[in-house]
């Protein structure tokens, strides 16, 4: 069951979009077991919609997500995945928060109106392409601990991503300093791509430069978000 909906819950705290969704009963989000950025992306999309899903952890670390029990949810091993109902499967975490969405409008994440959904689409794409993947890149190609994972590790490339983190800081932190958040004046599914990929930067091993303030004004905001702060 998707939980339920602020301000539209039945007696029983189950909201109607949850009653009326047969589809919702029996439901299962494949998650990580600790903090990696995608399904983190999710968690944090879930706790700001206050939508809670019956969970699964799977290992990483321990490479669970390529065993045949898992490899036959998502051929792709890749988490996170949602199990509905009548056996379909959604990967990728942007597909997952858009079905999400759909059932549970409130809070807007990715925008209301044909304007305000186009500029969270292209704002979430530009983080997600230039700064999370980039990042992503550096970590997977220059931490030990990816090694098993990542075949063959290509150190040069890890090192050749490192500097494009940055670039794209800069730019960021220069549109920050015309709007409170990444696509506008409303917090949206761009502000957490954005938070997951700069918090990522740590395990990277690709320091935040000094002098970018807006973007430091806007971590900071976001990163005090009870439901960002509890993702951690």
């Known amino acids: 069951?998707?939980?339920?909906?602020?301000?539209?819950?039945t007696r029983d705290g189950i909201s109607r979009q949850s009653i009326e969704a047969a589809g919702e009963i029996g439901m299962k989000l494949y998650i990580d077991a600790g903090r990696a950025p995608n399904p983190r992306r999710v968690r944090i999309f879930l706790a700001e919609k206050g939508v809670t899903l019956p969970t699964e952890a799977i290992d990483l670390g321990a490479q669970a997500h390529k065993s045949p029990?898992?490899?036959?949810?998502?051929?792709?091993?890749?988490?996170?995945?949602?199990?509905l109902d009548d056996g379909t499967v959604i990967a990728e975490s942007m597909a997952i928060c858009r079905y999400v969405e759909a059932l549970h409008p409130a809070p807007p994440l990715l925008g209301e109106g044909a304007r305000e959904q186009a500029l969270v689409e292209m704002w979430q794409r530009r983080v997600e392409f230039h700064l999370l993947s980039v990042v992503s890149h550096a970590f997977r190609h220059l931490h030990p601990a990816m090694a098993a994972l990542e075949v063959p590790q290509v150190a040069a490339w890890g090192e050749a991503n490192k500097p494009r983190a940055l670039e794209f800081l800069e730019f960021l932190d220069g549109e920050l300093r015309e709007r409170?958040?990444?696509?506008?004046?409303?917090?949206?599914?761009?502000?957490?791509?954005a938070v997951v990929a700069v918090d990522f930067m740590k395990p990277a091993k690709i320091a935040v430069p000094e002098g970018l303030a807006d973007l430091q004004r806007w971590h900071r905001e976001i990163s005090g978000r009870p439901a960002v702060a509890a993702q951690r």
Not at 69 to 83: D, H, K, S, T, Y
């Open 180 to 193: 409170p958040q990444v696509a506008g004046a409303r917090f949206s599914v761009a502000d957490i791509t």
């Open 69 to 83: 029990a898992f490899r036959a949810i998502n051929p792709m091993q890749r988490l996170p995945a949602l199990v």
């Open 1 to 9: 069951m998707l939980g339920w909906w602020p301000g539209h819950a």
